[in-house]
């Protein structure tokens, strides 16, 4: 490194700490922190300098502050290009995901995880590529986008697996439990959850097994089975006791008394809650009593005792409005609005429905209109009764116009309520499409960095290795011919070894022309198909058959090398699943689209049931099609085999 560059990397340094000297004194262990800026002072070589500054980041993250993170991330990501250190330039990408995170800007966070899962693939880290997966899983999760947050945390749960720390690998399988659990996946959902608690028993990690446990009694619980529901639920809360941890074991009993509610057990709900509340006041955890306040007060009002379960909802609402909480804020107006209509008091039955109305979704609002409606019916026929018995002279032409106001409030809520709507339906449509976008250009990234790397290593092999065998192949008969002359009983050992040696050559150029099939660039994408449909089943004794007709004269290599990846994997299952004996290939152009179509006699391959599974190799087709724009249709032939076409444009 240059000695003008070294000055230049220390001043931006320097520079950096002073800004953020103020943010280390408030972090809530400052002895680390304190023993890293000695560390940091003390380093003289950049890259670790550039190293314990990302840790001074990470336990400042603690503070919770965007601005933190970005101006961590400018600093890191300076220092890391003057340095020209990939993996510092990726840990900025970390940190500026993270601060977009945690403001709220899931769309803007996308792009950069993206960037620093390329780095990462290129580094062959795939430490760094566990948690760039992790960080895109996490993000469409965020966003709601369950299906590409399964996918993504999938493909960190194997690179967690192939690192073999079974610690992570039993987190990586909570977390794409909890989301089996959103997309109602319920039995997917526990199964993960138990491979989890398996590996927590077996590293005996008790503490962290708490929460698997709870989350396997929610999971049963959504799946209806109430009884192994709270058996996990009891498990959890006696180990959460085990180790002191009232906060977690109040938390558990609160959501057994949500879950109680549900099925209209209210008595038992109100011994939970209880039971709750006392484990979270010894906790000192004020604001986690008011969810366990809140089931209370509906399981009251579902028992008809409205004083107590509005009693115990103004309590909950207290505690929110001293704490500035926003959640849970819909159950207790749903509450104030359910007791009071018990009371008879309509009008502040009204006054709270109203409240409950303006922030439900869109599903609820329907049944809760006619709820509002007959509120407001009661509410207006006592105002009526009581402006009668006070003003019985007044004329008709008053009552008309009262009339009259009633109606035009009504068509302006109703009008406000369709242009409000129509507002937010055009916000998710345009939300929906950043998310494709961003959705098929993370994509896009990961599989050009794939293809990439199988060119490199392909090209490595055939003009490295491969080379190397058939010099040595040359210079190995070149030998056997001497010593055959001076040891002929030596001769047969020698044929042997030299025909192992050809084996060898030829199973390392067969392996480099499968990563990147040179057919591919010099004959075009038929060609090289058929060669593909031979090469894979002739081994396996199938009748093979390839029919391409109508195709364009020249087709972009994106196309080409997604298509015969797809092929690929196709036959792949093929070989390893249908137990077929015939197979046909057909690829044509019809109108604006070129079409695959693969045949095959055999079983037949369920692709709904392993794209439900999460398996790879479906996973991968899904990839390719949506990054090719195409559409990909699989279906069981009769009376036995499977048809599957894949339609991309052209």
Same mark, same amino acid.
Request: with cysteine.
């Given at each position: ?326 959640? %849970? ?187 990147? %099939? ?133």
């Amino acid at each position: 490194m240059s000695f003008r560059k070294s000055i230049l990397i220390q001043t931006i340094l320097a520079i950096t700490l002073w800004g953020f000297c103020l943010d280390v004194l408030l972090a809530q262990d400052k002895l680390l922190l304190d023993s890293l800026y000695r560390s940091f002072h003390a380093e003289r070589d950049a890259v670790k300098k550039i190293d314990l500054l990302y840790k001074i980041a990470k336990e400042q993250n603690n503070t919770a502050n965007p601005d933190n993170g970005f101006r961590y991330a400018d600093s890191l990501q300076m220092l890391s290009k003057a340095a020209r250190y990939q993996k510092g330039l990726a840990r900025a990408y970390d940190m500026r995901g993270w601060a977009y995170r945690q403001k709220g800007e899931f769309a803007a966070s996308l792009p950069i995880f993206h960037q620093q899962l390329v780095i990462y693939t290129k580094l062959n880290d795939l430490q760094g590529q566990g948690h760039a997966l992790n960080n895109i899983g996490i993000t469409w999760y965020d966003m709601g986008v369950s299906d590409s947050a399964i996918i993504y945390m999938l493909r960190c749960l194997d690179i967690k697996e192939q690192l073999g720390n079974k610690s992570d690998i039993a987190t990586s399988l909570s977390n794409i439990a909890n989301i089996y659990n959103d997309m109602e996946a319920f039995d997917k959902a526990i199964e993960m959850h138990h491979r989890a608690l398996r590996i927590r028993r077996e590293l005996g990690e008790e503490k962290a097994s708490i929460f698997t446990l709870n989350n396997l009694s929610v999971a049963y619980s959504a799946k209806g089975d109430l009884e192994k529901s709270f058996a996990y639920a009891d498990t959890g809360i006696a180990v959460a006791l085990k180790y002191n941890n009232k906060m977690v074991a109040g938390v558990i009993c609160g959501g057994m008394g949500n879950v109680l509610n549900k099925q209209k057990r209210y008595a038992e709900s109100i011994q939970w809650c209880e039971r709750s509340m006392n484990y979270l006041a010894e906790a000192n955890r004020e604001s986690n009593m008011v969810y366990p306040l809140c089931n209370m007060a509906k399981a009251y009002i579902g028992l008809g005792q409205y004083a107590k379960g509005l009693e115990v909802n103004q309590r909950g609402w207290s505690i929110m409005q001293k704490l500035k909480l926003q959640e %849970p804020l819909d159950p207790y107006h749903e509450n104030f609005a359910y007791a009071y209509v018990g009371l008879g008091d309509y009008e502040n039955a009204y006054k709270w429905h109203k409240i409950y109305f303006t922030r439900i979704d869109t599903v609820t609002k329907n049944d809760n209109l006619s709820k509002i409606a007959n509120i407001e019916a009661k509410y207006n026929l006592v105002s009526k009764e009581r402006e009668i018995s006070e003003q019985r002279a007044e004329n008709f032409r008053q009552r008309v116009a009262l009339l009259s106001l009633v109606a035009t409030l009504l068509a302006a809520a109703v009008l406000g309520y369709l242009f409000y709507n129509r507002f937010r339906l055009r916000k998710k449509a345009e939300l929906d499409a950043a998310i494709i976008r961003e959705q098929k250009l993370g994509l896009n990234a990961v599989i050009e960095a794939q293809e990439s790397e199988r060119k490199r290593i392909a090209r490595d092999l055939h003009d490295g290795i491969a080379q190397g065998l058939v010099a040595l192949k040359l210079g190995f008969d070149t030998l056997g011919r001497r010593v055959g002359k001076i040891a002929p009983e030596e001769a047969p050992r020698i044929a042997e070894l030299g025909e192992q040696l050809n084996s060898s050559c030829t199973e390392v150029r067969s392996i480099a022309h499968v990563m990147s %099939p040179p057919a591919l660039e010099q004959q075009g994408l038929a060609p090289s198909l058929e060669l593909l449909l031979r090469h894979t089943l002739a081994h396996a004794g199938l009748e093979t058959k390839f029919n391409a007709h109508d195709l364009p004269l020249q087709l972009d290599e994106k196309t080409e090398i997604g298509l015969y990846r797809i092929a690929q994997e196709l036959l792949n299952n093929i070989v390893k699943h249908a137990r077929a004996a015939k197979v046909m290939i057909e690829l044509f152009q019809s109108e604006n689209r070129l079409v695959l179509r693969v045949e095959d006699d055999g079983t037949g391959f369920d692709f709904d049931t392993a794209r439900s599974r999460g398996t790879m190799g479906v996973l991968n087709i899904l990839s390719r099609v949506s990054t090719l724009g195409g559409e990909f249709f699989s279906e069981r032939k009769l009376p036995h085999g499977t048809v599957s076409l894949v339609k991309v444009p052209i």
